[in-house]
């Protein structure tokens, strides 16, 4: 019997995906959305990108103290001010109360005002030290908002992406086949293991929805060179993004998403 993945799932050594799925509409059926987020348990210290989403608490707290045990949880990237990337934020300064919120953290006082002591500002460039991990904030190539902040960490060499690659996750039905569009063991697969890329629809309705300024913006050559030269400097294996299956299949998922940018894009 094949083990059927589930999360919190180990991705590279001492990294892991964490968060769960939300079911929406597409053409009249079911399909699935990630809402991610990833832990990196390093030998010096841990950090968690994005606190996630308030629906996805019990679930990220449960695995939090599965996989941390004792330790601390010691620094959260919240990459943007919005619900899925940061609505656990309170929580989980209140749950570690020596860990610090690091990035861009502009607005967050206004959110979470009571939690300011725990925030230390960290410029785009800034490597974090977790002892076998080095993980550096970098500038979101991607941006959901204006303070989105993506992360790369280069002994795993992942790059982490918030709401870039976003994208609904299902195989492509064959012609006679008949199904529902989410298949069991979908869930928590990477791209390589489902087989194949996922549909230009799923990944182009998913950009439209989560980046709505791709429907109004034909720029996608000139996104995706700097996403393609951020990706020459910083040598990636691994993107992991919120919302979307954990890719392994770099170059071919960076095509794919040039073309879903290009198919957003209302004309």
């Known amino acids: 019997m094949i083990a059927v993945p589930h999360l919190p799932r180990e991705i590279a050594p001492g990294v892991f ?21 990833y832990l990196l348990r390093g030998t010096k210290a841990t950090l968690l990108v994005d606190p996630g989403h308030p629906m996805d608490w019990h679930a990220i707290d449960s695995g939090l103290d599965d996989l941390l045990g004792a330790r601390p949880l010691d620094y959260v990237l919240p990459t943007h001010p919005e619900m899925p990337h940061s609505g656990n934020l309170g929580r989980l300064l209140a749950k570690y109360p020596d860990a610090q919120a690091v990035g861009d953290l502009r607005d967050f006082h206004l959110y979470y005002p009571g939690f300011v002591a725990q925030f230390a500002t960290r410029p785009v460039g800034d490597v974090i030290d977790l002892g076998d991990m080095q993980f550096e904030i970098v500038d979101a190539l991607i941006k959901d908002l204006p303070n989105s902040v993506w992360g790369y960490e280069s002994t795993r ?56 300024w791709s429907r109004y913006t034909d720029n996608a050559d000139a996104i ?37 940018h290009k198919s957003a894009f209302i004309r």
Do not use: K, N
Not at 17 to 37: A, K, P, Q, T
């Open 224 to 260: 995706f060179e700097q996403v393609r030269s951020l990706i020459a400097t910083h040598p990636t294996d691994i993107i992991a993004p919120a919302h979307g299956s954990v890719i392994d299949d770099v170059p071919g998922m960076v095509g794919l998403m040039v073309e879903a």
């Open 157 to 212: 060499r992942i790059l982490y992406v918030a709401d870039g690659f976003a994208y609904l996750h299902h195989p492509e039905l064959g012609e006679g086949e008949h199904g529902p569009y989410h298949l069991p063991g979908e869930c928590y697969s990477t791209v390589r293991e489902l087989g194949q890329l996922p549909t230009l629809r799923a990944a182009s309705w998913f950009t439209g929805f989560s980046l709505y």
């Open 17 to 37: 995906w964490l968060g769960g799925c939300l079911g929406v509409e597409l053409d009249g059926r079911i399909v699935h959305g990630y809402s991610s987020v």
